[in-house]
């Protein structure tokens, strides 16, 4: 495998991406906290709310650098390690990358800058402003990728003229339902992240005794978004799994562990899959008739089994089921534990609320992992295609030497890696170090202009 | 429309090394300006809230090579690998050394970070001058677009020399600009070594010139393209308009004349090197061009949209942005 540029090169776009991922839906969440903790200090002028933006503010500046510095390797991966997809399919995803950058990177960063930088040098009103853009324009950079990749999911609106695939209706590429489904589920998890980020972070606060007030003013805000994010979350992942269910139905079989095609399709709740044998080990606890319901909505539908699929045409199945079972687990879980923070948000320092500060805080991995399980459910769930139906990832490489691609495969894994433990580190002083005291810029305590 | 498209390819490269040019090449001069924590504290200011959005010009760079010419995206891309797997460890280093110096707590700390944010950005500057000698020049594609060489491939004499040459442009620029945002000892250390600075710029680039003319095909499509004098007016204008004001202390002006000379430079180049993109060493006819890697014409139709409704948003609120920030930075600017 070693010998395998083109796995090499899998397992390199497959890293950096899950680097990447793990910064990126932390600013996207933390930016809408920041936004709304500073437009209630826009509107009630109270300095404590002035305080909480620039905490969590601060956290999410350092994480908004790390999520740009291991994001630039992605678009360069597209030339240096697949070459021959962005050959045949630039013409359409091409576009949707640089329309992505030309929209929203260069919003990002300056408003972002604004913001940092800004604290004594605009009125409050416009500092409030550039926040919320740097939220619009993380959402507008989501919804391009997100669209690029609902195009390799389900390529729609180009043709295959002079051998590549060409763009043909560019509203169709944009607008496809997979795009729009995918882009809703996958933004609003971000956002539930970032709530159960403010959420777990501030109960240990509360547990290391610093700043009960403060902490808890952090939770009383981010308790209603976690709630009301985290159960959207669950429905936008059944409409997601509808909409897979009409476009991929091998991924559908492969997440679910489905081999013959039937009707009335129960889930077993104890399931593990045996690919070699083309069945599962075990099959217990079935749920009659749940399989076909989830996916079509009737009770009789008929759900199309991996044998129904070549060999050489099936995703890796125990990965796909792993991850899709991981992310439903911790999405069905999640509501139950903001429904808890929520419904004790304003006592949530009191003596007897320590489990509950407990589980906030054992929380904190979850809706990353689940986050992470759903993009390797999406990207691996693919396979073998690159783009579904069009093109095989075994056809999409660069003529690289293996050696190139192990040596930068070895070099971005162990940089990345010092980069995220680095940033923990120092991502965790700014999260711990207690409510903005006297050592705090001045600004925190003036109101300013406006 | 091709045309177009490759003087849109060209003014995005240029507004990259003109803009992200000077923080690379003051943040390399790091240590060399600033001897105490203030002043270092000052460097950072004058690049900390510029350098992302500069950088996002490299990112559209891409983008736009990727979205107009995919055929010349996926070809540069992979034939220089390895220089480019090394410019990405360059810049995940300068960025994360920018982000992570705000929080460090010791003065250790900060050593190590400065000492691997200034490392990162010399060896940024002396990738893209690498880099870019190598595109003007041509590298060994064979007919089916497949690089025929390896890293050490594009470390030829000229390769490196544009390395040194784009390092002293970039310095010289840089230094221009923190002369611009900055005051106090460490301005007055850069001051003194501007002169240096300029002369290194001169010198080399009267060599990279001439180099050029000698083992590129840039010189000889001058008689074709009698335009490319301009450009090549326009840089040697902008780098005696940079040290006549650096002489006479006007240092946004100077480095206006500095960004002259870079642009300038590049456009000449890249005008020369047109209709290729990257020129094969082996045999003109194996080079990517513009025409031959192009993307469909619906497409960049709909990315000229793009470019002419956006570029002028960008350029408004960048411009706002800028008049924040105007005026000289302080070391306590920092959030």
Known sequence: MLSDALFLSRLQFAVSTAFHFIFVPLSIGLALVVALMETQYLRTRDLEWKRQAWFWGRILGLNFVLGVVTGITLEFQFGTNWSAYSKYVGDVFGPLLAIEVTTAFFLESTFLAVWIFGWKKVSPRTHVIAIWMVLIGSLVSAYWIIAANAWMQRPVGFAIRNGRAEITDFFAVVTQPAAVIAFAHTVISCLTLGAFFVLGISAINIILGKGEAFFTRSIALAAPLALVFSILTAAGGHINGEEIAKIQPAKLAAMESHWETSSRVPIALLTWPDEKNEGNYIEAIKVPGLLSVMAFRDFNAEVKGLKEFPPEDRPPVLLSFLSFRLMVGIGTVMPGIALLAWFFRKRIAEKKLFPLRLLLAAALPLPWLAILAGWVLTEVGRQPWIVYGVMRTADAGSPITAGQALGSLVLLTILFSVVLAVGKIFIGRLAFSGPPGDDAPAFLREGGQS | ?335
């Open chain 2, 1 to 335: 429309m091709i045309t177009l498209w490759f003087f849109i390819w060209v003014f995005l490269w240029v507004m990259f090394f003109i803009t992200d040019g000077y923080d690379l090449g003051l943040g390399s001069l790091l240590p060399v300006v600033a001897r105490k924590e203030d002043e270092r504290k000052l460097v950072h200011s004058a690049i900390g809230p510029y350098w992302d959005g500069n950088e996002v010009w490299l990112i559209a760079a891409g983008g736009m090579t990727f979205a107009a010419f995919p055929g010349a995206y996926a070809t540069m891309f992979s034939a220089l690998y390895t220089a480019l797997m090394l410019v990405l460890v360059g810049l995940v280093v300068r960025g994360a050394a920018i982000g992570l110096r705000e929080s460090a707590r010791s003065e250790s700390e900060r050593r190590v970070i400065d000492y691997a944010f200034s490392v990162a950005n010399l060896v940024l500057c002396i990738l893209f001058g690498t880099a870019f000698a190598n595109i003007f020049r041509g590298v060994p594609i064979n007919a089916a677009g497949v690089f025929q060489g390896g890293f050490f491939t594009l470390l030829n004499w000229y390769g490196l020399l544009g390395g040194l040459f784009f390092t002293a442009a970039l310095l010289h620029h840089g230094a221009l600009w923190f002369m611009v945002k900055a005051g106090g000892p460490a301005a007055e250390r850069t001051g003194r070594l501007i002169r240096w600075l300029f002369v290194g710029t001169a010198g080399l680039g009267a060599v990279f010139v001439f180099a050029t003319g000698a083992v590129t095909g840039i010189a000889r499509a001058v008689p074709d393209r009698p335009l490319m004098v301009i450009p090549l007016v326009a840089a040697i204008g902008g780098l005696l308009a940079s040290t006549y004001f650096a002489g006479k202390t006007e240092w946004k002006k100077a480095f206006a004349g500095s960004a002259a000379f870079i642009a300038g430079l590049i456009f000449f180049c890249m005008a020369g090197i047109y209709p290729a993109l990257l020129p094969s060493s082996l045999d003109p006819a194996f080079s990517v061009t513009a025409t031959g890697s192009a993307s469909s014409p619906l497409t960049l139709k709909i990315m000229l949209g793009v470019v002419v409704v956006f570029l002028p948003i960008i350029f408004g609120y960048q411009w706002w942005a800028a008049r924040i920030f105007k005026g000289k930075a302080q070391a306590e600017d920092h959030y």
